[in-house]
T-cell receptor, first 111, second 114 residues
Framework: RKEVEQDPGPFNVPEGATVAFNCTYS??????FFWYRQDCRKEPKLLMS???SGNEDGRFTAQLNRASQYISLLIRDSKLSDSATYLC????????????FGTGTQLKVEL | DGGITQSPKYLFRKEGQNVTLSCEQN?????MYWYRQDPGQGLRLIYY???????QKGDIAEGYSVSREKKESFPLTVTSAQKNPTAFYLC?????????????FGSGTRLTVV
Protein backbone atom coordinates (compact mmCIF):
# COMPACT_ATOMS: atom_id res chain seq x y z
CA ARG A 1 0.00 0.00 0.00
CA LYS A 2 1.29 3.45 -0.90
CA GLU A 3 1.97 5.82 1.99
CA VAL A 4 -0.27 8.45 0.44
CA GLU A 5 -2.92 7.61 -2.16
CA GLN A 6 -4.83 10.00 -4.37
CA ASP A 7 -7.13 9.63 -7.36
CA PRO A 8 -5.01 10.95 -10.26
CA GLY A 9 -7.99 12.38 -12.15
CA PRO A 10 -8.22 14.44 -14.26
CA PHE A 11 -11.28 16.10 -12.80
CA ASN A 12 -12.84 18.26 -15.53
CA VAL A 13 -15.32 20.72 -14.06
CA PRO A 14 -17.09 23.85 -15.32
CA GLU A 15 -16.18 27.21 -13.90
CA GLY A 16 -18.15 27.90 -10.73
CA ALA A 17 -18.50 24.25 -9.77
CA THR A 18 -17.65 22.77 -6.38
CA VAL A 19 -15.10 19.97 -6.49
CA ALA A 20 -13.72 17.69 -3.79
CA PHE A 21 -10.49 15.70 -3.67
CA ASN A 22 -9.75 12.86 -1.32
CA CYS A 23 -6.56 11.36 -0.03
CA THR A 24 -5.79 8.41 2.25
CA TYR A 25 -2.59 7.81 4.17
CA SER A 26 -1.18 4.65 5.71
CA UNK A 27 0.86 5.87 8.70
CA UNK A 28 -1.49 6.33 11.64
CA UNK A 29 1.27 8.12 13.57
CA UNK A 30 1.53 11.00 11.07
CA UNK A 31 1.08 14.36 12.76
CA UNK A 32 1.09 17.01 10.05
CA PHE A 33 -0.90 17.27 6.87
CA PHE A 34 -0.86 19.67 3.95
CA TRP A 35 -2.26 20.35 0.53
CA TYR A 36 0.14 21.66 -2.10
CA ARG A 37 -0.68 22.98 -5.54
CA GLN A 38 1.59 22.27 -8.51
CA ASP A 39 1.19 23.95 -11.87
CA CYS A 40 2.46 22.20 -14.99
CA ARG A 41 6.27 22.02 -15.00
CA LYS A 42 6.52 24.22 -11.90
CA GLU A 43 7.42 23.65 -8.28
CA PRO A 44 4.81 22.69 -5.67
CA LYS A 45 3.49 25.55 -3.56
CA LEU A 46 1.89 25.24 -0.15
CA LEU A 47 -1.87 25.74 -0.44
CA MET A 48 -2.85 25.09 3.15
CA SER A 49 -2.13 23.06 6.21
CA UNK A 50 -4.83 20.66 7.39
CA UNK A 51 -5.92 20.68 11.01
CA UNK A 52 -7.93 18.13 12.97
CA SER A 53 -10.83 20.52 13.43
CA GLY A 54 -10.95 21.32 9.73
CA ASN A 55 -9.97 24.68 8.32
CA GLU A 56 -10.99 27.08 5.61
CA ASP A 57 -9.10 29.60 3.51
CA GLY A 58 -11.40 31.54 1.23
CA ARG A 59 -12.89 29.11 -1.28
CA PHE A 60 -10.80 26.21 0.01
CA THR A 61 -11.78 23.90 2.88
CA ALA A 62 -9.63 21.08 4.22
CA GLN A 63 -10.80 18.26 6.47
CA LEU A 64 -8.92 15.56 8.35
CA ASN A 65 -10.37 12.30 9.64
CA ARG A 66 -7.68 10.64 11.75
CA ALA A 67 -9.77 7.56 12.52
CA SER A 68 -10.18 6.79 8.81
CA GLN A 69 -6.77 8.25 7.87
CA TYR A 70 -8.44 10.39 5.27
CA ILE A 71 -7.89 13.98 4.13
CA SER A 72 -10.08 16.03 1.84
CA LEU A 73 -9.92 19.32 -0.02
CA LEU A 74 -13.05 21.13 -1.16
CA ILE A 75 -12.88 23.95 -3.70
CA ARG A 76 -15.98 26.11 -4.06
CA ASP A 77 -16.81 28.40 -6.99
CA SER A 78 -13.88 27.05 -8.97
CA LYS A 79 -11.96 29.42 -11.26
CA LEU A 80 -10.02 28.77 -14.44
CA SER A 81 -6.91 29.67 -12.44
CA ASP A 82 -7.54 26.74 -10.08
CA SER A 83 -6.49 24.35 -12.86
CA ALA A 84 -3.46 22.54 -11.47
CA THR A 85 -2.40 19.32 -9.77
CA TYR A 86 -3.17 19.11 -6.06
CA LEU A 87 -0.75 17.15 -3.92
CA CYS A 88 -1.72 15.56 -0.62
CA UNK A 89 1.24 15.65 1.78
CA UNK A 90 1.73 13.85 5.06
CA UNK A 91 4.52 14.01 7.63
CA UNK A 92 6.59 10.96 8.36
CA UNK A 93 7.55 9.56 11.72
CA UNK A 94 11.08 8.65 12.76
CA UNK A 95 12.47 12.10 13.40
CA UNK A 96 13.01 15.13 11.26
CA UNK A 97 10.56 17.13 9.23
CA UNK A 98 10.32 14.68 6.33
CA UNK A 99 7.21 14.76 4.20
CA UNK A 100 5.63 12.15 1.93
CA PHE A 101 3.96 13.50 -1.20
CA GLY A 102 1.07 11.89 -3.02
CA THR A 103 1.19 11.66 -6.79
CA GLY A 104 -1.46 14.36 -7.09
CA THR A 105 -4.94 14.88 -8.47
CA GLN A 106 -5.22 16.89 -11.65
CA LEU A 107 -7.98 19.50 -11.87
CA LYS A 108 -9.07 21.17 -15.11
CA VAL A 109 -11.59 23.98 -14.81
CA GLU A 110 -13.32 24.78 -18.09
CA LEU A 111 -15.52 27.60 -19.41
CA ASP B 1 12.38 38.98 -1.31
CA GLY B 2 13.34 35.77 0.49
CA GLY B 3 13.27 32.51 -1.36
CA ILE B 4 15.11 29.53 -2.75
CA THR B 5 17.11 29.74 -5.95
CA GLN B 6 17.95 26.67 -7.97
CA SER B 7 20.30 26.74 -10.92
CA PRO B 8 20.51 25.95 -13.67
CA LYS B 9 16.90 25.65 -14.77
CA TYR B 10 17.80 23.11 -17.47
CA LEU B 11 20.86 20.86 -17.48
CA PHE B 12 22.03 18.34 -20.03
CA ARG B 13 24.48 15.67 -19.00
CA LYS B 14 26.39 13.16 -21.00
CA GLU B 15 26.47 9.62 -19.73
CA GLY B 16 29.36 9.09 -17.34
CA GLN B 17 29.54 12.72 -16.20
CA ASN B 18 29.01 14.08 -12.73
CA VAL B 19 26.94 17.26 -12.49
CA THR B 20 26.16 19.55 -9.57
CA LEU B 21 22.82 21.25 -9.02
CA SER B 22 22.87 24.44 -7.01
CA CYS B 23 20.39 25.35 -4.27
CA GLU B 24 20.65 28.59 -2.28
CA GLN B 25 18.14 30.00 0.22
CA ASN B 26 17.97 33.36 2.00
CA UNK B 27 15.08 32.43 4.28
CA UNK B 28 17.37 31.65 7.22
CA UNK B 29 15.88 28.15 7.28
CA UNK B 30 17.71 25.42 9.16
CA UNK B 31 16.48 22.39 7.21
CA MET B 32 16.93 21.70 3.51
CA TYR B 33 15.86 18.84 1.27
CA TRP B 34 16.34 17.40 -2.21
CA TYR B 35 13.56 15.58 -4.02
CA ARG B 36 13.24 14.23 -7.51
CA GLN B 37 10.00 14.04 -9.45
CA ASP B 38 9.34 11.66 -12.32
CA PRO B 39 6.19 11.66 -14.49
CA GLY B 40 3.32 9.90 -12.76
CA GLN B 41 5.22 9.54 -9.50
CA GLY B 42 5.20 11.51 -6.30
CA LEU B 43 8.22 13.42 -5.10
CA ARG B 44 10.91 11.10 -3.73
CA LEU B 45 13.37 12.18 -1.07
CA ILE B 46 17.04 12.00 -2.04
CA TYR B 47 18.87 13.71 0.86
CA TYR B 48 17.99 16.06 3.67
CA UNK B 49 19.88 18.27 6.07
CA UNK B 50 18.48 19.28 9.44
CA UNK B 51 21.24 21.75 10.19
CA UNK B 52 24.49 23.03 8.75
CA UNK B 53 27.32 20.46 8.56
CA UNK B 54 24.85 17.60 8.85
CA UNK B 55 22.94 15.61 6.22
CA GLN B 56 21.15 12.27 5.98
CA LYS B 57 20.22 9.89 3.18
CA GLY B 58 16.65 9.83 2.04
CA ASP B 59 14.84 7.04 0.22
CA ILE B 60 16.81 7.09 -3.03
CA ALA B 61 20.29 8.39 -2.17
CA GLU B 62 22.26 5.94 -4.32
CA GLY B 63 24.18 7.76 -7.04
CA TYR B 64 23.83 11.15 -5.36
CA SER B 65 25.94 13.19 -2.93
CA VAL B 66 25.41 16.46 -1.05
CA SER B 67 27.23 18.88 1.24
CA ARG B 68 26.00 21.46 3.72
CA GLU B 69 28.95 23.69 4.55
CA LYS B 70 26.86 26.84 4.79
CA LYS B 71 23.35 27.33 6.12
CA GLU B 72 22.27 28.96 2.85
CA SER B 73 23.57 26.32 0.46
CA PHE B 74 22.78 22.65 -0.19
CA PRO B 75 24.24 21.52 -3.54
CA LEU B 76 23.39 18.13 -5.01
CA THR B 77 25.83 16.16 -7.15
CA VAL B 78 24.41 13.58 -9.52
CA THR B 79 27.17 11.07 -10.12
CA SER B 80 27.71 8.64 -12.96
CA ALA B 81 26.56 5.89 -10.58
CA GLN B 82 22.98 7.18 -10.81
CA LYS B 83 21.49 4.90 -13.45
CA ASN B 84 18.43 6.93 -14.39
CA PRO B 85 19.17 10.59 -13.62
CA THR B 86 16.74 12.21 -16.06
CA ALA B 87 14.15 13.90 -13.81
CA PHE B 88 12.90 17.15 -12.32
CA TYR B 89 14.95 17.97 -9.22
CA LEU B 90 13.43 20.08 -6.48
CA CYS B 91 15.20 21.67 -3.54
CA UNK B 92 13.16 22.73 -0.51
CA UNK B 93 13.69 24.26 2.89
CA UNK B 94 11.77 24.52 6.14
CA UNK B 95 12.09 26.78 9.15
CA UNK B 96 13.25 23.91 11.32
CA UNK B 97 13.53 20.16 11.26
CA UNK B 98 10.73 19.86 13.79
CA UNK B 99 7.67 18.12 12.39
CA UNK B 100 4.87 20.40 11.40
CA UNK B 101 6.61 22.83 9.13
CA UNK B 102 5.65 22.96 5.48
CA UNK B 103 8.29 23.36 2.83
CA UNK B 104 9.21 26.20 0.51
CA PHE B 105 10.44 24.92 -2.85
CA GLY B 106 12.82 26.30 -5.41
CA SER B 107 11.73 26.43 -9.04
CA GLY B 108 13.56 23.20 -9.87
CA THR B 109 16.21 21.93 -12.27
CA ARG B 110 15.31 19.68 -15.20
CA LEU B 111 18.16 17.27 -15.81
CA THR B 112 18.35 15.32 -19.04
CA VAL B 113 20.93 12.71 -19.94
CA VAL B 114 21.94 12.90 -23.59
Amino acid sequence: RKEVEQDPGPFNVPEGATVAFNCTYSNSASQSFFWYRQDCRKEPKLLMSVYSSGNEDGRFTAQLNRASQYISLLIRDSKLSDSATYLCVVSRTGGGNKLTFGTGTQLKVEL
Amino acid sequence: DGGITQSPKYLFRKEGQNVTLSCEQNLNHDAMYWYRQDPGQGLRLIYYSQIVNDFQKGDIAEGYSVSREKKESFPLTVTSAQKNPTAFYLCASSDSWVTGNGYTFGSGTRLTVV
